[in-house]
Structures are given as structure tokens and as C-alpha cells.
């Protein structure tokens, strides 16, 4: 089997990291490799970036990618995405093709609002994974657009999770992550966010 290229993902927490681990080898070309790096939150993610990102450029061999996922929690979008994109430039990275059509090296993603938007795009992974939720929920004017839940989507996903019997005492992302992303489908996920970060893996991998 021909090589492929290598993925190293920056993540805020470890709860991520366990939903990807589903999640990657379901979107990723079979021949690629990855690794997930989990902080400690999101703080603790925009702190270390610019300086692991010039780690990575003083040795970045020419078939790695660096993917940088974050939620955005409810701040600017697009100012949070320029921030990601000045700590990749800053570092001498690329961000797009360059001229001679070398590949891109950073891949910067946002989950909108936060990583548990994704579960609600697939609602069927989130019926299987806890039996009691109602597999009509995506129907529901509250979960249409799974981007645009109110009031906090970690938040939301705990309160239909307690109502169908399970995590009573509070959402534990961790095992939430694991067990929903268990059965997640990347082709038939309805949030945007995942969409554009399930293609940008694609296209910085050469399978799209």
C-alpha cells in the first residue's frame, strides 16, 4: 500500500480527542496516519499554539498536516479564526496552496459552537448510543440546525441525554464523546462546521 500522508490534530481536551478517535479513521484515506494532542481547554490551546506551531516548522517533513480544531463557544467566529490563521502565518506555515502548487500545512477548523453540535447532527448516532432519546429530536424546531442550538449545546445535550434516563447527575463529555461518536456516519452529519472540517480533511489529504 502506497504511503500516505500524516495528521497531527491540536484539540482542546481530551473529550474531543476520544470523539475523534471514532472519527478520523471514518473520514481519513486508509493509508494516512494521525495523531490527536489534547489541552487542557480551550485557554490552554490559544496559549501554546504559537509556539508549537514554530516547533512543528523547524522540522515538518512535506507529507504532515497540522489540523487545529476549536470550539468557538460563542465568540467571534471570524475573529477567532484569524487569530489561528496569524499563529500559522507567524510560524511560516502555509494556509493555502502555494505557488508552486506546494500542499497546504495547516488546517484550522471550528466547531460552532462547540464539538457537541456534531452529535446533533447525526441524531441517529446519539438514538443508538443512548436508547430512550426520541429519533424524531432532529425534527424539532430546537435541533433543526445543529449549529445554532440555544443556550449552549453541551448544555442541551445534557438536558435531552438526562430526559431519556441517562447522565442524571450531569453531561460527562468524555463519555458522552465516546459513545455517541461510536456510531457517528461523517456522510450524513447535518452540522455545517463538521461538514467543513470533514472536507478540509479530505482536501488537505488529497482525497478530495
Same mark, same amino acid.
Given at each position: 500500500? +502506497?504511503?500516505?500522508?500524516?495528521?497531527?490534530?491540536?484539540?482542546? +481536551?481530551?473529550?474531543?480527542?476520544?470523539?475523534?478517535?471514532?472519527?478520523?479513521?471514518?473520514?481519513?484515506?486508509? #493509508?494516512?496516519?494521525?495523531?490527536?494532542?489534547?489541552? %487542557?481547554?480551550?485557554?490552554?490551546?490559544?496559549?501554546?499554539?504559537?509556539? %508549537?506551531?514554530?516547533?512543528?516548522? %523547524?522540522?515538518?517533513?512535506?507529507?504532515?498536516?497540522?489540523?487545529?480544531?476549536?470550539?468557538?463557544?460563542?465568540?467571534?467566529?471570524?475573529?477567532?479564526?484569524?487569530?489561528? #490563521?496569524?499563529?500559522?502565518?507567524?510560524?511560516?506555515?502555509?494556509?493555502?496552496?502555494?505557488?508552486?502548487?506546494?500542499?497546504?500545512?495547516?488546517?484550522?477548523?471550528?466547531?460552532? +459552537?462547540?464539538? +457537541?453540535?456534531?452529535?446533533?447532527?447525526?441524531?441517529?448516532?446519539?438514538?443508538?448510543?443512548?436508547?430512550?432519546?426520541?429519533?424524531?429530536?432532529?425534527?424539532?424546531?430546537?435541533?433543526?440546525?445543529?449549529?445554532?442550538?440555544?443556550?449552549?449545546?453541551?448544555? *442541551?445535550?445534557?438536558?435531552?441525554?438526562?430526559?431519556?434516563?441517562?447522565?442524571?447527575?450531569?453531561?460527562?463529555?468524555?463519555? *458522552?464523546?465516546?459513545?455517541?461518536?461510536?456510531?457517528?456516519?461523517?456522510?450524513?452529519?447535518?452540522?455545517?462546521?463538521?461538514?467543513?472540517? %470533514?472536507?478540509?480533511?479530505?482536501?488537505?489529504?488529497?482525497?478530495?
Amino acid at each position: 500500500m +502506497e504511503i500516505g500522508v500524516h495528521v497531527e490534530v491540536l484539540v482542546e +481536551e481530551p473529550s474531543t480527542e476520544a470523539a475523534l478517535s471514532f472519527l478520523l479513521p471514518r473520514i481519513l484515506p486508509t #493509508n494516512t496516519t494521525w495523531l490527536v494532542h489534547p489541552h %487542557r481547554g480551550k485557554k490552554d490551546l490559544l496559549a501554546k499554539l504559537p509556539s %508549537r506551531l514554530r516547533g512543528y516548522s %523547524r522540522f515538518l517533513p512535506p507529507d504532515w498536516r497540522l489540523v487545529v480544531l476549536i470550539d468557538e463557544d460563542r465568540q467571534d467566529c471570524r475573529a477567532l479564526k484569524r487569530r489561528l #490563521n496569524r499563529a500559522a502565518r507567524d510560524a511560516g506555515l502555509r494556509l493555502a496552496l502555494g505557488s508552486g502548487g506546494e500542499p497546504i500545512q495547516v488546517l484550522n477548523r471550528i466547531a460552532i +459552537e462547540e464539538l +457537541e453540535a456534531w452529535f446533533f447532527g447525526d441524531v441517529e448516532a446519539v438514538c443508538t448510543a443512548y436508547p430512550g432519546v426520541p429519533a424524531t429530536l432532529a425534527n424539532r424546531a430546537p435541533y433543526r440546525d445543529p449549529d445554532a442550538v440555544a443556550g449552549g449545546t453541551w448544555e *442541551a445535550l445534557g438536558r435531552v441525554l438526562k430526559q431519556a434516563g441517562h447522565h442524571g447527575s450531569g453531561l460527562r463529555k468524555g463519555e *458522552a464523546a465516546r459513545a455517541i461518536a461510536e456510531h457517528m456516519d461523517p456522510a450524513r452529519n447535518r452540522s455545517r462546521s463538521f461538514g467543513h472540517f %470533514r472536507d478540509g480533511l479530505l482536501r488537505v489529504t488529497g482525497a478530495a
